[in-house]
């Protein structure tokens, strides 16, 4: 690996201190080592979940990029028509780009497509894929629809459902659905505003500074979620422009609590980078994780970054004066008698990862892996996208959070804030799951993560893929 040796860098001010959390042990760091096809966890875990074998399993995930950029090109040709695209894994691989309209597509993107044997055009879709994030930006939380005396994008509505008029308080998030060319609304029945309560627990456990929502512990059953699945699907329909589902969102949040993929004092550090207007090296964790935040018992200051509009992460400092040593390198196996290392060869863009398979690993629940459901996800319960605790102030989320599902993905308390990646590719910073208080025993029905594009937008750092720095 390629190492170099660093002065100081300069530190800008705290915005905000979120405060203290528990304290987690830190994981003793293992030496760094070269990714080699032996420590990829995706293979094995490839094959099992879509029943290949590994040879296969290998084949597909070396072909899951080319097939991206190809479908990238068909999108840029036919572009006032994409709907959707993605990747099936199913008996082949196969990349599709879905179309509106009957006519076919342009001639230069059939050939294109006719060059590949795995790559497929499709048309008949409804609504293009910039009509969805209208749809869905329009729609929000579900204020425009309720708020008094407003006509937002999707219009006002007079009476309805009780449902209805807390809509605000129990949407959790909505998404994308590229394959049925709709968006998805998840609600949380249990979190419907409630005067009479005194304090509220937001999903995934965290006390709310402004209680806006009863959670008594009588979770809401799976009868109750449908009957106000079919409540909601009926009061809705009029306020929507493009075909929608409402799913079950109960127990969306944080699963809050450096190398990447250790232990930090709360969470697990994600990627090693550096600031690009004052050159400081450190380490990328969750913007809803702690400021205070120490590995290998060393103080790392905070420098920037909390629960943003469009990434959850922040920035911490390695000191200088002792000479440190910052790897590029990620905890990237976790399945044998110790760690393994993998060096970060580089990032990749959100709008291309969709039906990626791909790997996180956290403090306590190591490495699992599972597949990009939505590239457009909007986490949207209360707890999400404030601008710091201490205020609490809470802002919408933009459509930009990546979902991944998959039978054998892990994640629980401490594990937010760890890397998100497919071989050496980083792709984000873990945020949270889509189960409220998750055992670290049991699989998740999904993850999110912050897309590393957008992390280093927000934070304004690089992500290291040049092996290590020493910090004098």
């Not at 005396?149 to 509505?157: I, L, P, S």
């Not at 000479?323 to 060096?343: I, Q, R």
Request: hydrophobic share 35%.
């Amino acid at each position: 690996m390629l190492t170099s040796t660093v002065g100081a860098g300069a530190q800008t001010t705290p915005l905000i201190d979120s405060g203290p959390e528990s304290e987690t042990g830190a994981v003793p760091q293992q030496p760094p080592s070269t990714l080699t096809e032996t420590v990829n966890p995706a293979i094995a875990s490839y094959a099992a979940d879509y029943s290949v074998s590994e040879a296969e399993a290998e084949r597909r995930l070396a072909r899951l990029d080319g097939i991206s950029e190809v479908l990238q090109s068909i999108r840029e040709l036919d572009s006032e028509r994409v709907a959707g695209w993605g990747i099936d894994h199913g008996e082949t691989l196969t990349g599709w780009v879905w179309l509106t309209g009957t006519g076919a597509a342009s001639t230069e993107a059939v050939a294109l497509a006719d060059a590949h044997a795995d790559i497929e055009i499709r048309v008949g879709a409804a609504h293009t894929y910039a009509e969805l994030r209208d749809a869905q930006d329009g729609f929000g939380d579900g204020s425009h629809i309720v708020a008094p005396g407003t006509t937002g994008a999707v219009g006002h509505a007079t009476g309805g459902s009780d449902l209805l008029q807390d809509l605000p308080s129990i949407v959790t998030f909505t998404g994308l659905d590229l394959r049925s060319n709709g968006i998805y609304i998840g609600i949380d029945p249990s979190l419907a505003a409630d005067a009479s309560t005194g304090s509220a627990i937001v999903p995934g456990g965290l006390m709310t500074p402004d209680p806006i929502a009863s959670t008594d512990g009588n979770a809401t059953d799976d009868t109750s979620l449908e009957t106000a699945i079919a409540q909601l699907t009926t009061d809705l329909d009029p306020h929507i422009s493009v075909a929608f589902e409402v799913v079950d969102g109960r127990g969306a949040g944080f699963s809050a609590d450096f190398d990447g993929g250790r232990g930090m004092r709360t969470c697990t550090s994600g990627f090693a980078a550096v600031t690009n207007d004052t050159g400081v090296y450190g380490i990328v964790t969750a913007g809803h994780c702690s400021n205070t935040q120490r590995m290998q018992g060393v103080s790392l200051p905070w420098v920037r970054g909390y629960e943003s509009r469009r990434a959850d992460a922040q920035f911490h400092e390695i000191p200088t004066g002792a000479n440190h040593v910052l790897y590029d390198d990620y905890v990237c196996n976790t399945s044998g008698w110790w760690d393994s290392e993998c060096d970060v060869s580089g990032d990749i863009a959100r709008m291309n990862m969709q039906d990626h398979y791909v790997c996180h690993t956290g403090m306590n629940t190591g490495t699992s892996c599972g597949t990009v459901e939505d590239i457009s996800h909007r986490p949207s319960y209360y707890g999400a996208c404030r601008y710091g605790s201490e205020t609490g102030r809470r802002i919408n989320c933009s459509s930009v959070f990546v979902l991944v599902e998959g039978p054998s993905l892990y994640s629980c308390e401490g594990d937010s804030g760890g890397p998100w990646f497919s071989y050496g590719t980083a792709y984000g910073i873990h945020m949270g799951t889509v189960n409220q208080y998750p055992t670290c025993y049991e699989p998740v029905s999904g993850a999110i993560f912050s897309a590393i594009d957008e992390v280093e937008s927000f934070l304004n750092v690089d992500i290291l893929s040049n092996g290590s720095v020493t910090i004098e």
